[in-house]
Each structure stands twice: as structure tokens, then as C-alpha cells.
């Protein structure tokens, strides 16, 4: 089993920067792919940012692609920085964890998931 715990939500204004982080836990294994996702009140949850195990491959959804960046520093600890944040980033982010050798965005193929951090971005 692994363990992933979300912090550094907050409310911030539109255009502040935030930098969310994952602390990994339990049965780990270095070679686990890491994603972050969002899900806004009544919408389905979707892909953010993905890093490959080896942190030689990273992937962001267009609608975050030079705003946000996606970082491991190690094993354990997974990174979210969002700069120039808009109303429309706001959601419960979450991060997860997949076993797959190769990056992937969709939501059903993470094997464990956080609980969330909130974001909220006021205009």
C-alpha cells in the first residue's frame, strides 16, 4: 500500500503563485509515475501534470502548460508549482500514484490517491 498526503492549498488572488506538495508514504517504490489532478464542484476530475518515475519525462494539460510545473526532489515528495493562478484553477487537487512504466493522463489508471488540498483563486 502507499500513502499520499496533499498540502499547500490555500485561497489566494488571481495572478499568485502556490506550490502544492505530495509526501509519499508506505510500501514505496521509487518507480512509481506521479500525478496531480483537480476536480472543481460539479465537474469530472481531470489531469493536471504527470512525472515519470525517473523525473525524465513530465506532461501538463494544455489549459496549466507554462504555468504549471511538476517536480520530484525524491521518492517521496512530489511537487505542484502554479504561478499566474486564475479563478478557474480553482479545485480540490489531488495527488496520485501509478505503477505503469510510461507517463499517462487518464484518471482510472492511478493505482492511489490522496485525500486533497483545496485551491481556491478569488478574481
Known amino acids: 500500500q502507499v500513502q499520499l498526503v496533499e498540502s499547500g492549498g490555500a485561497l489566494v488572488q488571481a495572478g499568485d503563485s502556490l506550490r502544492l506538495s505530495c509526501a509519499v508514504s508506505?510500501?514505496?517504490?521509487?518507480?512509481?509515475?506521479m500525478g496531480w489532478f483537480r476536480q472543481a464542484p460539479g465537474k469530472e476530475r481531470e489531469f493536471v501534470a504527470a512525472?515519470?518515475?525517473?523525473?525524465?519525462?513530465t506532461n501538463h494539460a494544455d489549459s496549466v502548460k507554462g504555468r504549471f510545473t511538476i517536480s520530484r526532489d525524491n521518492a517521496n515528495t512530489v511537487y505542484l508549482q502554479m504561478n499566474s493562478l486564475k479563478p478557474e484553477d480553482s479545485a480540490v487537487y489531488y495527488c496520485?500514484?501509478?505503477?505503469?512504466?510510461?507517463?499517462?493522463?487518464?484518471?482510472?489508471?492511478?493505482?492511489?490517491w490522496g485525500l486533497g488540498t483545496q485551491v481556491t483563486v478569488s478574481s
Open positions: 496520485a500514484a501509478d505503477r505503469w512504466p510510461t507517463l499517462r493522463i487518464t484518471r482510472g489508471a492511478y493505482d492511489y
Open positions: 512525472i515519470r518515475w525517473s523525473s525524465d519525462s
Open positions: 508506505g510500501r514505496t517504490s521509487s518507480r512509481y509515475n
